[in-house]
């Protein structure tokens, strides 16, 4: 056991576990339908405060930054204070803000609301993951993390056409209505059957490395956010870069010196969550691209309208969530490495199918094309997630996340930035002597996608080893098996010792 643990972590039977689970994907769900639903809220909103759009995104990237924010802070709350009261606080946090949008008269009440929101919001998500991969078994865990990709890949998508209807009959504000309600449910139901399941560790509060951590994060973040909205030499961009990066080396450095970390980051010295993550920031680049190039691609190139856009997308976008939970049952059965190397190969398929998709190609092909494409997202979410945690410690899966959660979202911002940059770049240079400029820059793209794919479908080659049906165990469990082998070998020299007395004592009465 880790000398710095004050707090094992309480085991639960499988009916408490089930139910968790349950009161963790209700939270989750109503916290990813809200991060997509005010995309349609948004206008109605900016029109009731009388405000621009360049003001009224803040109301969404403000959130998004704030997640990005706290996240890092999250590895310490998580092994500092008891799970059940922890988890409840951040579902209060979360109503908190909720409560304080919907009754928000200005922009100003509603971006605090908001930030509130995102401190609660980025604190369930890390709890819900480190939760489930410490209350179930190594062989059971991918099985119930795609459960949980299930419920975060499918309320988004959904979510935009709910808060439509309630825009359109009653008003933007019931969007938050609803959401307090659901979470209002999820509360009473945490304080029902929430128990402190998660192990609590000596860690001291560093305030420097917080706030170290906030300008690193949230330095890079708003700077990669803001690319398409400024010059990239501006104060906007490049100086909140450098001072983001700046920052990350500076809390690097501290961590790697400090006795006790603020965030530990030698779990990256762990071969598969350092494999893992970078997988996990190529799945984010090339999900969150297409995300922005496909619409680009049917209303600008085409000349389609954004409903027509919108189903392009949905057909995938439906797959890739309804298949995480037979991608889980996938990888408890078979490993991490058949899922690489199917997803792979699929996604190098379906980008080389878009880089020769042509100008006069029917709407619909690009729509299959992006089916194939979704279905290898889906297959490799989620499991590679799962994967990268394996070997990590439980008394280290806050560490472990909060580093996963946290260069993921870069990640994913860096993909919306960077291939709207490279369509509009190569349309600009290469393809200007082309036909038709913008098309060759959208194939372009995918010619990009599918470098990045092949880096994938060779770190399954070469990074990820066939593993058994049993999968891997983590040290915790090791040493506990090896402390129960100890345990029964002593136990059977005991008997030894005891019959061979036994023995000497019948010779003894013989003679």
């Not at 639960?12 to 005010?38: E, G, W, Y």
């Amino acid at each position: 056991m880790n000398s710095n643990v004050i707090h094992e972590g309480v085991k639960v039977s499988d009916k408490k576990r089930r139910l968790i689970f349950i009161n963790l994907l209700i939270s989750c769900i109503a916290t990813s339908m809200l991060a997509t639903a005010l995309t349609t809220a948004l206008p109605p909103i900016m029109e009731d405060f009388k405000i621009d759009f360049n003001t009224g995104q803040w109301i969404t990237s403000g959130f998004a930054l704030f997640i990005a924010i706290v996240t890092p802070l999250t590895a310490y709350l998580i092994t500092s204070i008891k799970t059940k009261i922890l988890y409840c606080s951040a579902l209060t946090f979360f109503i908190a803000g909720l409560t304080i949008c919907a009754l928000s008269t200005n922009f100003w009440i509603m971006m605090v609301g908001r930030i509130v929101q995102g401190c609660g919001s980025g604190l369930i998500s890390a709890m819900t993951q480190v939760i489930i991969l410490t209350i179930y078994p190594p062989e059971r865990r991918g099985t119930v993390m795609g459960w949980y990709g299930l419920s975060i890949g499918f309320s988004p998508i959904v979510a935009p056409t709910l808060a439509g209807v309630l825009v359109d009959y009653v008003g933007w504000r019931m969007v938050f209505v609803v959401s307090i309600v659901i979470m209002i449910v999820s509360l009473g139901f945490a304080l029902i059957v929430f128990e402190d399941v998660l192990p609590l560790m000596e860690k001291s509060f560093d305030i420097i490395s917080l706030f170290m951590s906030a300008l690193a994060f949230g330095g890079i973040t708003l700077s990669i956010g803001n690319m398409g909205k400024y010059k990239f030499v501006s104060v906007q961009v490049l100086l909140l870069l450098i001072i983001g990066i700046i920052f990350t080396f500076l809390f690097v450095s501290r961590q790697s010196h400090l006795k006790i970390p603020f965030l530990d980051i030698r779990v990256l010295k762990d071969q598969k969550l350092s494999i893992s993550i970078i997988a996990t920031v190529l799945i984010q680049l090339l999900l969150l691209g297409s995300a922005i190039i496909f619409p680009i691609y049917v209303q600008q190139l085409k000349g389609e309208s954004a409903t027509l856009s919108g189903l392009v997308i949905l057909p995938g976008s439906l797959l890739m969530a309804l298949v995480s939970p037979l991608a889980g049952k996938i990888f408890d059965k078979f490993g991490m490495k058949l899922l690489f190397l199917v997803g792979s190969v699929i996604l190098i398929f379906s980008n080389l199918w878009l880089y020769f998709i042509t100008i006069d190609a029917s709407i619909w092909i690009v729509a299959v094309a992006q089916v194939f494409r979704c279905f290898a997202l889906g297959i490799l979410l989620m499991p590679v997630v799962t994967w990268g945690m394996t070997d990590i410690p439980k008394t280290k899966a806050s560490d472990a996340t909060a580093l996963l959660n946290s260069i993921r979202s870069i990640g994913g911002a860096i993909g919306s930035a960077l291939f709207v940059s490279i369509m509009t770049g190569v349309a600009k240079t290469l393809g200007k002597n082309k036909e038709n400029p913008d098309m060759y820059g959208f194939n372009f793209v995918f010619l990009t996608m599918t470098g990045l794919s092949l880096i994938i479908l060779l770190m399954g080659i070469f990074g990820c080893k066939k593993q058994p049906k049993k999968e891997k165990e983590t040290n915790e469990d090791k040493e506990s098996k090896d402390s129960l082998t100890e345990t029964t070998e002593s136990n059977n020299k005991d008997k030894s010792l005891t019959n061979n007395e036994s023995q000497l004592n019948i010779v003894v009465k013989e003679q």
